[in-house]
């Protein structure tokens, strides 16, 4: 073996590591996660897409949610955002039962879903003027998110005019300015290219460090989540269920030269190992042939 | 003549207001609410498929003669088609804007107001271009019952008498009013809705497929015009030698 590779493994935590978390665990609850469970009817018959899901999140955490496509993880979020009936289980926000939509719980979609027909700032002041704002309230807390998420230049800008990353950046706007107590985020990144990708990340944690606000972040790219989050919920596929919660123990505030740090490193290679098993690898690769004929028939 | 224009004029846009006042909140009650869906589709589907010009007799029956039995004509042939296009239109609308409008807070009554009407009035726009195209059909058969009336009457007339020549310009008109009408909408589209800047290939594509007769006849319109023009010219200068 290379020694070079010989790593710490992600739990071996330094005792302050260890106090972050539990420290962390004492924090009121947010979001409560209890048996959550999902059927699909599909012409083909019933699809389990999430089964026996159990997690907590808790106050000013940022929980990332990580797992092979097709584990449910869009159904989870759209679930705890209410666009979703759950088969079995409930979601609890500071206690209440989830029972639909509503403006406590914020969502960036990975598709970009302002609205074209609205300014910038006038999409950010959709929530506000919905929950009854004056016009005039609405627009000076909007131009204070659009400020904060530094688009202050394009608060007169329609969503055809601005590149990828710059909507997504509105979008988060936008959801802020209803002040919810939680913000699902369901591969908000997974459409830019890498380096903007990169960038997003790191105003996600500027934004995250500044405002008083619980994140549960989608994702199925590992680096993302262990730079992002506190900690990372592995799901299973087929049916989905949660494989471990994983804290990861990378310090805070993040930069991009930790990615090269060995508890980065470490933890990275523990949820790699859970996604790919070794010994999994050297599956057929799935190429499409047509049958070979009998040449004794044709 | 200048009358009897602003009399056609006239009768369509007032039977295709109509329409649009009971037409599109109808169609889009029915894309948005499967309440109303259920309840006005299967009735509009039955009524569509009974020609217009049927009810002609009962209309003037009930309405008399003058304008008003014309303009109902042309709202029965317009409406239906408007609520099953209207609804449809509706039901296009991307969906994550209406998930992403709850997240906000938005409630059923104001989804339709600030989502589902803004998000659907460039689409909505180019069907209205569309079925304005239809009306013109039905001004044509309207005119013709009861009293006849307009650029209808006025071709049926002076077809009897074989004066053909007075016929063409009539019909070129009409042609020549329905496409300018159509060009001048389609170039109010992008100053409305510069945000749809790039949107419908599609309906765009509608568009030019349904003008596409009124083209050609302005087309032939054109070329007549300069063989008179040319033949008129010649004459002129044989006249000169
Ligand atoms: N509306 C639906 N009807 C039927 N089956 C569905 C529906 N939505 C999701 N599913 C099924 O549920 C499973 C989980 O889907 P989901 O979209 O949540 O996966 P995902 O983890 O978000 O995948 P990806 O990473 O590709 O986005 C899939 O097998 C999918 O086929
Ligand atoms: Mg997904």
């Given at each position: ?14 005792p302050e590591v260890a106090a972050r978390f539990s420290r962390l665990r004492e924090r009121p ?231 090269f740090e060995a508890p980065f490193v470490a933890t990275r290679k523990h949820i790699d190992r ?25 | ?241």
């Amino acid at each position: 073996m290379n020694p070079q590779l010989e790593l710490p493994g992600y739990r071996d935590q330094s005792p302050e590591v260890a106090a972050r978390f539990s420290r962390l665990r004492e924090r009121p609850v947010v979001l409560e996660v209890r048996g959550l469970g999902k059927k699909f009817e599909t012409p083909r018959g019933l699809i389990t897409a999430l089964d026996d899901v159990s997690f907590s999140v808790h106050k000013r955490e940022l929980m990332c949610v990580i797992g092979p496509s097709g584990c449910g993880k869009s159904t989870l979020v759209r679930i705890l955002a209410g666009l979703e009936t759950p088969s079995a289980g409930e979601v609890l926000v500071h206690g209440q039962p989830v029972l639909g939509p509503g403006p406590d719980r914020g969502m960036v979609f990975q598709g970009y879903t302002l609205f074209p027909w609205l300014s910038v700032k006038e999409n950010v002041m959709f929530g506000p003027r919905m929950a009854g704002k004056s016009a005039f309230s609405a627009e000076g807390e909007a131009r204070e998110w659009i400020d904060l998420v530094g688009l202050s230049k394009f608060e007169n800008a329609y969503p055809h005019q601005l590149s990828g990353g710059m909507k997504q950046r509105v979008a988060i706007a936008r959801a802020l300015a209803n002040q919810p107590r939680v913000l699902f985020m369901d591969e908000p990144f997974g459409a830019l290219d890498a380096q903007t990708r990169c960038q997003m990340q790191s105003y996600l944690l500027d934004i995250w460090r500044n405002v008083d606000i619980t994140i549960v972040f989608i994702t199925h790219d590992l680096d993302e989540a262990v730079f992002l989050s506190d900690r990372i919920l592995v799901l299973d596929a087929n049916p989905g269920r949660v494989h471990e919660l994983v804290e990861v123990p990378v310090p805070r505030p993040r930069s991009e030269a930790q990615i090269f740090e060995a508890p980065f490193v470490a933890t990275r290679k523990h949820i790699d190992r859970i996604m790919h098993p070794p010994g999994q690898e050297q599956k057929e690769t799935p190429v499409m042939r047509l049958a070979v004929a009998d040449p004794d028939v044709v | 003549m200048g009358d009897r224009y602003r009399k056609s004029l006239r009768v369509i846009f007032m039977g295709f207001l109509w329409a649009c006042l009971i037409g599109i909140p109808l169609g889009i009650l029915c894309g948005v609410f499967d309440f109303f869906s259920k309840l006005f589709e299967p009735f509009v589907d039955f009524f569509r498929y009974m020609p217009a010009p049927t009810f002609s007799t009962l209309l003037v029956a009930v309405l008399l003669a003058g304008d008003a039995p014309k303009i109902a004509l042309v709202f029965i042939g317009t409406v239906f088609q408007m609520v099953l296009v209207v609804s449809k239109t509706t039901r296009l609308l991307d969906p994550s804007l209406l998930e992403a409008a709850q997240t906000l807070g938005a409630k059923p009554r104001q989804m339709v107001a600030r989502v589902v009407i803004p998000g659907i009035l460039p689409n909505l726009y180019n069907d209205l271009r569309i079925l304005l195209g239809w009306a013109w059909t039905w001004l044509v058969i309207a005119e013709l019952i009861g009293v006849k009336s307009g650029l209808t009457e006025f071709i049926e007339t002076q077809g009897r008498f074989r004066n053909f020549d007075r016929v063409y310009p009539i019909i070129i008109l009409i042609g020549v009013t329905g496409f300018v009408m159509d060009q001048m909408l389609s170039w109010l589209h992008g100053i409305f809705f510069p945000w749809a800047a790039r949107s419908g290939p599609l309906s765009r594509g509608i568009v030019t497929l349904l003008s596409f007769p009124f083209r050609v006849i302005a087309n032939v319109a054109r070329q007549r015009m300069a063989a008179a023009d040319s033949l008129s010219s010649s004459s002129n200068r044989n006249a000169n030698r």
